[in-house]
């Protein structure tokens, strides 16, 4: 079983900064983990990916966030960690913390969202 735990969201001016964190807790040793990331969803609006991280530390980031954000992974905690800084209104979202894997086949998991919220 696979589970991600995250935490970090909240409500914050622009210009601030927010710290997001997904833990990934898995039972079984069979279980591994190619890389993690994290989406976002405002309202109305598709799902969209911010930034991912892969087991080698290749990076990927959406270009609205390039030089804001900054994604990063702790393999010993199987963490991964989004630094949002200078945080826009436009940033507002619910943001879903991604994991591809593998548990025998290929697996995907999603967290259950946290909200950030930037204030004008």
């Known amino acids: 079983q696979v589970q991600l735990v995250e935490s970090g969201g909240g409500l914050v001016q622009a210009g601030g900064s927010l710290r997001l964190s997904c833990a990934c807790v898995?039972?079984?040793?069979?279980?591994?983990?190619?890389?993690m990331g994290w989406y976002r969803q405002a309202p109305g609006k598709q799902r969209e990916l911010v930034a991912f991280?892969?087991?080698?530390?290749?990076?990927t980031y959406a270009d609205s966030v390039k030089g804001r954000f900054t994604i990063s992974r702790d393999n010993a905690k199987n963490t991964v960690y989004l630094q949002m800084n200078s945080l826009k209104p436009e940033d507002t979202a619910v943001y879903y913390c991604?994991?591809?894997?593998?548990?025998?086949?290929?697996?995907?998991?999603w967290g259950q969202g946290t909200q950030v919220t930037v204030s004008s």
């Open positions: 991604n994991l591809h894997g593998r548990l025998g086949v290929r697996v995907m998991y």
């Open positions: 898995a039972s079984g040793s069979t279980f591994s983990i190619n890389g």
């Open positions: 991280i892969t087991s080698d530390s290749t990076t």
